[in-house]
């Protein structure tokens, strides 16, 4: 005869004050949260009072780890912290001049985005409600993702990239409901957690990637049109969080290979700006002004250990043929800089002048 299973064993008598020390700080968090919504911070304390009737049963287990991470999720999304842009028209001019050459053509299409918002921001109105979204179209390499990274740093915003390629499911974007295995917040959320303000720049990187599946992309491009559509992300609603939060002060802007896959309706919300590709010429001037200080710092190098002749940089921008980046041209003199730093480290040379007769021993050879 098989044997009757055990009954329930009530829990500990610790046990049960932990719980009830835990929900009573989980309350006090709660509350301490500035800008809370009143009637979300009542829910949760409504969740709350239930989970102390169960602990006092001793049936809390699972509810209790799922409101715990609940509460850590809400408690840490920016209600209302926020950063000042900083709308100088020439102070804007100077950083992207520093940190780009070339493109004077989106150059001054950002700045005349930064003067609308200016005068939209004087007359007290909404000035991202009322700007385009910038969907910036160009082949890899060409500096979309760190165009942007300019424009957040010009306005004093903090920054974020949503890489939105092979989006698996539209829970990646909208969160999956905390009552199902699995339940995590949408990236859009996550992004103001891990900024910490209400009004960072989101770029959503390479958007006409987000799924091979067809069915997939039209769930997708539909979220996509409800979190940047201002008429709809004043009250975007997470389903993990499962409650109306204000995306109206994020600053948004995408950025595509190409247009092909997306929809019509989205489009229609963007502004297209298309970013060239490098000629040679202007590869060279990046490479020698930009890229190469930069890689030889990070690579531990001073600038007296490591000389490159002036005449060499046609050659060194285009060994293999054309590029339309300068992904490419940054891992070659990544490539050289660590030969230069293994010649030092070694102690074959204490500084390294590259010169036409080197030149080839000193080049990546894949």
């Known amino acids: ?20 020390d835990e929900l009573t700080s989980l309350s006090d968090k709660v509350d301490s949260v500035e800008g809370m919504p009143e009637d979300l ?3 949760i304390h409504q969740m709350l009072n239930r989970l102390d009737r169960m602990a006092r049963m001793g049936h ?52 005349e985005y930064l003067a609308t918002m200016n005068l939209i921001k004087r007359r007290g109105e909404n000035a991202i409600a009322k700007s385009p979204v910038l969907l910036l179209v160009g082949l890899q390499g060409v500096g979309k993702t760190t165009l942007a990274k300019s424009v957040a740093d010009t306005l004093g915003r903090e920054f974020i990239r949503v890489a939105m390629g092979a989006i698996g499911s539209s829970f990646e974007l909208r969160g999956k409901s905390k009552a199902l295995p699995g339940a995590e917040p949408g990236q859009i959320i996550k992004a103001l957690m891990r900024t910490k303000v209400r009004n960072p720049l989101i770029l959503l990187d390479e958007i006409e990637k987000a799924s091979g599946d067809k069915s997939l992309l039209s769930d997708v491009m539909a979220i996509l049109l409800e979190i940047l559509d201002p008429n709809q992300n004043i009250a975007f609603r997470d389903h993990y969080v499962d409650y109306p939060v204000d995306l109206s002060q994020v600053l948004f802007i995408c950025s595509a290979n190409n247009t092909g896959t997306l929809s019509a309706a989205l489009l229609d919300r963007m502004e297209i700006v298309k970013m060239p590709s490098y000629t040679n010429e202007e590869k060279a001037v990046i490479a020698r002004d930009y890229l190469f200080p930069k890689i030889r710092e990070d690579s531990g190098l001073k600038e007296e250990e490591l000389q490159i002749d002036p005449s060499l940089w046609p050659e060194i921008v285009n060994p293999f043929g054309y590029d339309s980046g300068i992904r490419s041209l940054g891992r070659i003199l990544q490539s050289l800089c660590r030969k230069v730093a293994m010649k030092i480290v070694t102690g074959e040379a204490e500084s390294v002048y590259i010169t036409q007769e080197n030149l080839k021993y000193f080049m990546p050879s894949w």
């Open 1 to 20: 005869m098989p044997d009757k299973p055990a009954p329930n064993k009530a829990p500990s008598k610790e046990v049960q004050n932990y719980v009830f």
């Open 41 to 43: 911070q009542e829910r």
């Open 60 to 111: 809390y287990a699972s509810e209790f780890d799922t409101l715990s991470r609940y509460i850590e999720v809400v408690t840490s999304i920016p209600w209302v912290a926020r950063t000042e842009d900083n709308l100088d028209i020439e102070r804007a001019r100077q950083m992207l001049d520093s940190q780009h050459y070339g493109m004077p053509n989106v150059k001054e299409r950002i700045l």
